[in-house]
């Protein structure tokens, strides 16, 4: 064999050597920079969607309240008593999505936000009818969470799997809510509005669902249905504000005098 083209076909070997070379170099770097691309599964999901990435068609698979923002609204004191799980008052099942907040009253003058919870619990042993609610708001103002947001409770009839209700106690025939009971209302129904992006013309009555005078007060006055929604809507702008002004902490805001 000729010395020259021995040498040829050698430089031909490793010409398609480093070829070959340079084709896996850069597989393994593509590979590698797809691999980022691909969101981890426990991974926060607020940060995946701060960040310009592609995700796909795909439709999401958890309801409504797990795509919650930050709330400018503060939390207010919750006491949570979470009812056991059972078919009469905590089926334990997920909502279809977070929709509508819908508002009652209780119907039954004097009786406290506790014992109504109890009621509400003991219905697993009396079986004898479905009801509950996810928020209790008491005659001081107190709020006792009984059904956890995102789930079924038994309230408000066919909204019951779009919604959260909120249940509340009153002194008298009347059903108008004490200062107190008004004030905690307004300020659990403008935290969960702002916390899952729910606007005015989707806080409800129970008279709106089905026709039922609940709350009976705020059907036979109108005009105080419309002045609580409003109170709502200014305290949700007021918390807007002030978490715009660098405030941090407790909000000195407080719900408009009921009228
Ligand atoms: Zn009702």
């Known amino acids: 064999m000729d010395g020259r083209q021995s040498e040829g076909k050698k430089r031909i070997r490793w010409g398609r050597i480093l070829l070959w070379i340079c084709v896996i170099a850069a597989t393994v770097a593509a590979v590698w920079f797809l691999l980022r691309l691909v ?19 795909e439709p999401p698979t958890e309801v409504e309240t797990e795509t919650e923002t930050d709330c400018v609204v503060p939390e207010p004191e919750i006491d949570e008593q979470l009812l056991t799980i059972n078919d009469y008052s905590r089926p334990g099942e997920e909502i279809d999505a977070l929709e509508y907040i819908v508002i009652h009253y209780l119907g039954n003058p004097r009786t406290t936000a506790q014992q ?13 009818t479905s009801m509950s609610a996810n928020f209790i708001v008491g005659i001081d103002g107190e709020i006792i969470e009984c059904v956890p947001v995102g789930e079924i409770a038994y309230a408000s009839n066919s909204m019951n799997h779009l919604s959260v209700s909120i249940e509340n106690c009153h002194l008298d025939e009347t059903g108008r809510f004490t200062q107190d009971t008004y004030n905690s209302c307004v300020r659990l129904t403008a935290y969960l509005a702002a916390k899952y992006g729910i606007d005015r013309d989707h806080i409800i009555r129970h008279y709106d669902v089905t026709g039922k005078e609940c709350p009976l007060y705020y059907v ?3 005009d105080k ?5 409003d ?10 504000e002030t978490a715009g002004q660098g405030y941090s902490g407790e909000t000195s805001v407080t719900p408009a005098e009921q009228g």
């Open 225 to 229: 249905w419309e002045e609580f929604k």
């Open 39 to 57: 969101p981890k599964e426990d991974e926060n999901v607020d940060v995946l969607l701060d960040t310009p990435v592609e995700l796909g068609t």
């Open 231 to 240: 109170d709502v809507m200014e305290y949700i702008e007021e918390c807007r």
């Open 116 to 128: 109504n919870h109890d009621y509400f619990e003991s219905l697993k042993d009396l079986q004898n």
């Open 220 to 222: 036979e006055h109108e």
